[in-house]
């Protein structure tokens, strides 16, 4: 199975912050990365799709990089809307697998 | 609009059995793989199983293989989710999910469900 490995766990950042994501994956998964974020309550939704596609509709502030086994999800200037947890997930290969979560604070 | 549609989710036992049922629209359907993800409370997503657009061939996650069956039917728009031998740790919201890739390959998941709660529990 590919193991996906997200950093950090947590993140506290305020409103207009840079924030970045990271994701490793235990094997090479080439662009087979996908991004989403979660609010309580909610189901996910994709932000970023093929490690570096933005989903339409999702703001140009979300970009997503990277291929083989690190990967990045950056957040240019984070907005209040932005607080959520953030998930990472490889569709390489059987068993489909996630990252842990990024959880996303207000400072 | 795609939109996907749960049911099913509830009360049951361990060692009990629930079947899941997702109702899309807005595609078509058949022509692509679907999936079941789930999360328990207060933890990560978790990959449960999908199908193929045809229904031919079914992956599963090691924890619910030769327990959770998946399965569609393309004329009623709907996909399945049997689960039988059902554990405690099978306690979790069970969100269906459309495959971006099409109907014989797995990429991602876009979009969701609402998801339907499965407690199990005596």
């Known amino acids: 199975d590919i193991q996906m490995t997200q950093s950090p766990s947590f993140v506290s950042a305020s409103v207009g912050d840079r924030v970045t994501i990271t994701c490793r994956a235990s094997?090479?998964?080439?662009?087979?990365l996908a991004w989403y974020q979660q609010k309580p309550g909610k189901a996910p939704k994709v932000l970023i799709f093929?490690?570096?596609s933005l989903q339409s509709g999702v703001p140009t502030r979300f970009s997503g990089s990277g291929s083989g086994t690190d990967f990045t999800l950056t957040i240019s200037s984070l907005q209040p809307e932005d607080f959520a947890t953030y998930y990472c997930?490889?569709?390489?290969?059987?068993?489909?697998?996630f990252g842990g979560g990024t959880k996303v604070e207000i400072k | 609009e795609v939109q996907l549609l749960e049911s099913g989710g509830g009360l049951v036992q361990p060692g009990g059995s629930l079947r899941l049922s997702c109702a899309a629209s807005g595609f078509t359907f058949s022509s692509y793989a679907m999936n079941w993800v789930r999360q328990a409370p207060g933890k990560g997503l978790e990959w449960v199983s999908g199908?193929?657009?045809?229904?031919?061939?079914?992956y599963y996650a090691d924890s619910v293989k030769g327990r959770f069956t998946i399965s569609r039917d393309n004329s009623q728009n709907t996909v399945y989710l049997q689960m039988n031998s059902l554990r405690a740790e099978d306690t979790a919201v069970y969100y269906c999910?459309?495959?971006?890739?099409?109907?014989?390959?797995?990429?991602?998941?876009?979009?969701w469900g609402q998801g339907t709660l499965v407690t199990v529990s005596s």
């Open positions: 199908v193929t657009g045809s229904g031919g061939r079914t």
């Open positions: 093929l490690a570096s």
């Open positions: 094997q090479g998964i080439s662009s087979w």
């Open positions: 997930q490889q569709g390489k290969s059987f068993p489909l697998t």
């Open positions: 999910a459309k495959d971006r890739c099409g109907d014989t390959c797995f990429s991602d998941f876009d979009p």
